[in-house]
T-cell receptor, first 115, second 115 residues
Framework: KAGVTQTPRYLIKTRGQQVTLSCSPI?????VSWYQQTPGQGLQFLFE???????NKGNFPGRFSGRQFSNSRSEMNVSTLELGDSALYLC??????????????FGPGTRLTVT | AQKITQTQPGMFVQEKEAVTLDCTYD???????LFWYKQPSSGEMIFLIY??????QNATEGRYSLNFQKARKSANLVISASQLGDSAMYFC????????????FGKGTMLLVSP
């Protein structure tokens, strides 16, 4: 079974631009979460989606947004990029959003560099 | 207050020896789950082991075991018979409640395995 895939793997953008990152969960997984990893702040939760609904949101500005499609694929968008948005963006999928099947599996990440 | 504390920024171990990575957590929710992930230099987060707050026995997965001491709020990872490929960053994470998939991560411990 294929793992979580994220595209693109690497991205270089300029300040002020916007970017869209994509995540395809493991087949059958309906819960998708996004995390930002930076050397200074570590791993921070961005959003969680389950069945196309945002279930939880981390403490990030409104420039960060996301969505989930009916096939469980998810995208996150960052508008008006800032230098501080340079990070590894990780996506994780889980079989269900509640109760059993606690394991969450991560994709390889998208490394975003903002210049 | 930190929800997940990993007090060891770095650990060194010789090949074939066992090593314990420390993790303490803080939550008032009776239902929670504890995770350990490995992150090699490639960046991908690899799921290692999970322990639920109501699990009676310590979790084990191959060479990985979780020393769960609920009263002390600790969830230490034990790696037996270390291998060179175990050199990586290790993160402890917690999910609170049963309704969400949100993980809170510690700052990580860098493990270096020497021949």
């Amino acid at each position: 079974k294929a793992g979580v895939t994220q595209t693109p793997r690497y991205l270089i953008k300029t300040r002020g631009q916007q970017v869209t990152l994509s995540c395809s969960p493991i087949s059958g997984h309906r819960s998708v979460s996004w995390y930002q990893q930076t050397p200074g702040q570590g791993l921070q939760f961005l959003f969680e989606y389950f069945s196309e609904t945002q279930r939880n949101k981390g403490n990030f500005p409104g420039r960060f947004s996301g969505r989930q499609f009916s096939n469980s694929r998810s995208e996150m968008n960052v508008s008006t990029l800032e230098l501080g948005d340079s990070a590894l963006y990780l996506c994780a999928s889980r079989l269900t959003g509640t109760g059993g099947h606690p394991e969450q599996y991560f994709g390889p990440g998208t490394r975003l560099t903002v210049t | 207050a930190q929800k997940i504390t990993q007090t060891q920024p770095g650990m060194f171990v010789q090949e074939k020896e066992a090593v314990t990575l420390d993790c303490t957590y803080d939550t008032s929710d009776p239902s929670y789950g504890l995770f350990w992930y490995k992150q090699p230099s490639s960046g991908e987060m690899i799921f290692l082991i999970y322990q639920g707050s109501y699990d009676q026995q310590n979790a084990t997965e191959g060479r990985y075991s979780l020393n769960f001491q609920k009263a002390r709020k600790s969830a230490n990872l034990v790696i037996s018979a270390s291998q060179l490929g175990d050199s990586a960053m290790y993160f402890c994470a917690m999910r609170e409640g049963a309704g969400y998939s949100t993980l809170t991560f510690g700052k990580g411990t860098m493990l270096l395995v020497s021949p």
